[in-house]
């Protein structure tokens, strides 16, 4: 169905979320339409962010707001939809808008399977009532289906569309872009150049597949590296763990942007810990870029002083090659925590591939690797 549709028949005149490949046209619909506007639409950190600021809305207006997401953020909502919005509570009604990724019978990756297979099932144990919209569904039965939802709506509960795989149509086109110059799969190499044999721990998204087609190219075994390809968020806790317990070997995180501002809690935590051995980059582009390009709020704000304020005695940000060398090899040679910021451009090349390699092969290389490491 047609994307705009969708929306009227929501309703809604709020919208909160993060963005998601399976729920471009959504996304771009709302870009379009809004930008990026606090009284219309908000792109969060996270998906249990956007949750509540849903309630917030709904709270200070009596409306009903929408909150989109890939089906991965269902674990980041479940506390706030069970102990804030469940009618045994607050009873706050939220339409969720749920990209299908994993979909039983349809090929996704690694990281989707699972989470596909559970996700009709968690937002009913969360008593979500749910509607899965296809590309077959017609604007009839999604209003018939909007019109059983506002009966429970009015009673204080939660309500989910689920959106297969290409059920969504007519997505506007929207250009996004910034004003840097350095690319990202490019920066990557220049990381891989300075860390040598040392372990990496890469963040999920086009990082990751960049990393490994980096180790291609350069005839170097993937044992080096733990692609973090789901758990978006968790990759610089990742590392802190192994780094914690490798004290004698450095250990490079690679982060991107909206990984950061996900969990940006675990930047106190590693700050706190203060590990000599680890390095954390944060490849930042100001934008969600692996499931269309959607904006981040990182663009406005200062990730060295957040580093700087949560502990990490080392923070720095760069915006050109020359800088970026410089820093990676004094954080190579220093025995102190270091954030390095790099500022990066939009963009990947249209034949990226993906890890050939299985998540499962990804860990027992990674883990036998490093076990040979003091």
Sequence with gaps: MKVSKFVEITGSDFFTGVPDSQLKPLCNYLMDTYGIDSKHHIIAANEGNCTALAAGYHLATGKVP???MQNSGEGNIINPVASLLNDKV?????????GWRGEPG???????????????????????????IGQETTDDEVREAM???????KKGKDVAFIIRKGALTDSPKVEYKNDNSMLREEI?????????????????GKA????????????QSHKYDFLTVGSMGHSSSIALGVAINKPDQKIWCIDGDGAVLMHMGSMAVLGSNKPENMVHIVINNGAHETVGGMPTVASDIDLVAVAKACGYPNAICVDTFEDLDRELTSAK?????????????????EDLGRPTTTALENKENFMNYINTLK
Excluded: W
């Design 66 to 68: 929408v909150v989109y």
């Design 90 to 98: 607050y009873a706050i009604p939220v339409i969720f808008v749920v």
């Design 106 to 132: 349809i090929h996704d990756e690694p990281q989707h399977i699972y989470q596909g297979e559970v996700t009709v099932k968690l937002l009913n144990d969360m008593d979500i009532a749910t509607f899965v």
């Design 147 to 153: 019109d059983g939802f506002d009966t429970l709506l």
């Design 188 to 204: 990557i190499k220049h990381i891989v150049a300075v860390s040598g044999e040392d372990p990496i721990v890469s963040t999920t």
């Design 208 to 219: 990751s597949r960049e990393l490994f087609e980096t180790r291609e190219a350069n005839n």
């Design 333 to 349: 040679e220093r025995n102190e925590l270091s954030l390095i910021e790099v500022k990066c451009s939009i963009g990947a090349r």
